[in-house]
């Protein structure tokens, strides 16, 4: 069993940055992959960014490629989500999610495949 708790979301002016983390339970090393995924009310859950535990390999979408960076750090247990040049539309629940089968730590779609999730942080651009 994988529990996941997020925190570091906020409000923050567009262009600004803010750092979410994913604390890992008991051990980071029972998922194959980790993830952030956000949902806007009324809208489906959307990927962010995937990294896959044992290789360090990332994935993004193409919406925070060269904005956003995922990274995890083993020894703390935590995963971490880097978002500069913030825009409003980047308002949304932040999740994060992980994976214990498969060999792919999909960004696609709205997350099916992820077995674990957080209960969200909220992160709240403004204009």
């Known amino acids: 069993q994988v529990q996941l708790v997020e925190s570091g979301g906020g409000s923050v002016q567009a262009g600004g940055s803010l750092r979410l983390s994913c604390i890992v339970s008991?051990?980071?090393?029972?998922?194959?992959?980790m993830a952030w995924f956000r949902q806007v009310p009324g809208k489906e859950r959307e990927g962010v960014a995937s990294?896959?535990?044992?290789?360090?390999?990332?994935y993004y979408a193409d919406s925070v490629k060269g904005r956003f960076t995922i990274s995890q750090d083993i020894a703390k247990n935590t995963l971490y989500l880097q978002m500069n040049s913030l825009m409003p539309e980047d308002t949304a629940m932040y999740y994060c999610?992980?994976?214990?089968?498969?060999?792919?730590?999909?960004?696609?779609?709205?997350?099916?495949?992820?077995?674990?999730w957080g209960q969200g942080t909220q992160v709240t651009v403004s204009s």
């Open positions: 999610a992980a994976l214990d089968y498969g060999t792919v730590c999909p960004v696609e779609g709205a997350g099916s495949p992820y077995n674990y």
């Open positions: 008991p051990y980071a090393d029972r998922a194959i992959c």
């Open positions: 990294i896959k535990y044992s290789s360090g390999a990332t």
